[in-house]
């Protein structure tokens, strides 16, 4: 008998980490049929407030884990039509047009939950994030997303998107690979964002430091942070120089892709940096363990104290 293999953790993809493929068109109809509401109302009403809508996070990205709970869209609007930009008044503003928009469903179900208006839909329980977007002027749909109350912070959709999609080329188990991690993540509660952990992928890309197989992959990341101790900057080049993104006095300093000085780390404190880092050394062994068991039953043991009872193989 032998341990855990690549084959192994592409079944447990398959099987319980990936959303199935019905479930992916049944939320993207839904995203679609708000875009679609929203496109019909802004053209019956020229001088609308919102101006349109698109889909973002790790559903549009590919990197959604399942079960998906909820999904995050964008909604641009009229910067000269609202009567602040502070956000509480936005949000409001915001939720006051969607019942408008949609007055097919209740009031109820659209509830303003800094940063963002979520829709929820009684019959799936799936919940939609609308996040407003106040546009700058700028190419690329760039404007003004709220990140972190109060504070507003310029952003790009369509490139973000292609940020993922350009990696996704590089390797092609890289939206695999974020896929697991944020099963672990989720499983062990790591205190890492989801768009953090895209973004380490990312700069391990674009470092070569990847391997093929998936199980060697997987003890690289977590090699990574813990060699690293997350204390490495990672900075990108693909919509601005490096030299653009100025150092911080962040602790864990990963910034944005396309905004040179969003760190997207920022908020991440010492503890959670250092729980974060024995998360990662605890995955390391028993991935390393798992790989060389000598039965196929000890090596599903090792697995499960990184991705829980769900991995069985």
Known sequence: MQGIMSGDLATFLHERVNLSRENVEAYRDQVRYLRERLTTYVDEHPSFTLVKMLHFGSLAKGTAISPLKEMDVAVYLRP???ASHELGSVLNTVRDLLVQVYPQMEPSQF????PAVTITYRTSGLNVDVVPIIPNGKPDDRGNLPLTSPEWVETSIPLHLEFVRARAERHSHYRE???LTKWWRQEKDVPLSSFLIELVWAHLVDGGLVADDLQEALLGFFAYIERSRLEERVVFSDNY???DAKKTND???????VNPTNNVAAGVTRAERDAAIVAAENALDAIAAGSSAHSKGRGIGCYQEVFGLAFAA
């Open 80 to 82: 000269e039509r609202l």
């Open 111 to 114: 509830v303003v939950d800094p």
């Open 177 to 179: 690979l974020v896929r």
């Open 241 to 243: 120089r490096p030299s």
């Open 251 to 257: 602790l864990v300093q990963v910034m944005d892709p």
